[in-house]
């Protein structure tokens, strides 16, 4: 088993910034991609980005070249860096894992809003 949890939502302004990030305890050996989905009221959750133990990332295209994201294999951490952020980018955001057995875990999530 291994278990998540997030950290940093909560309400940004618009062109503002935020930072999650995500811990891992428990089977930590066994994870080899950790990342982040979100899903928006009334939408299917969706990739935001994933990186891999190799360090191999992975970002949608609403993504990418506003949100970083950075792990850390000695701690198992994850983060990530939302830049410029639009009130489309609302949404909860769960940190993911994905073992080598191709195991899934999902954190409890966390609000994002973009709103002035």
């Known amino acids: 088993q291994v278990q998540l949890v997030e950290s940093g939502g909560g309400l940004v302004q618009p062109g503002g910034s935020l930072t999650l990030s995500c811990a891992a305890s428990g089977n930590i050996a066994r994870i080899n991609t950790m990342g982040w989905y979100r899903q928006a009221p009334g939408k299917e959750r969706e990739l935001v980005v994933d990186?891999?133990?190799?360090?191999?990332?992975n970002y949608a295209d609403s993504a990418k070249g506003r949100f970083t994201i950075s792990r850390d294999n000695a701690k198992m951490t994850v983060s990530l860096q939302m830049n410029s952020l639009k009130p489309e980018d609302t949404a909860v955001y769960y940190c993911y894992t994905k073992t080598w057995l191709t195991e899934v875990y999902w954190g409890q999530g966390t609000q994002v809003t973009v709103s002035s």
């Open positions: 990186i891999t133990r190799g360090g191999i990332t």
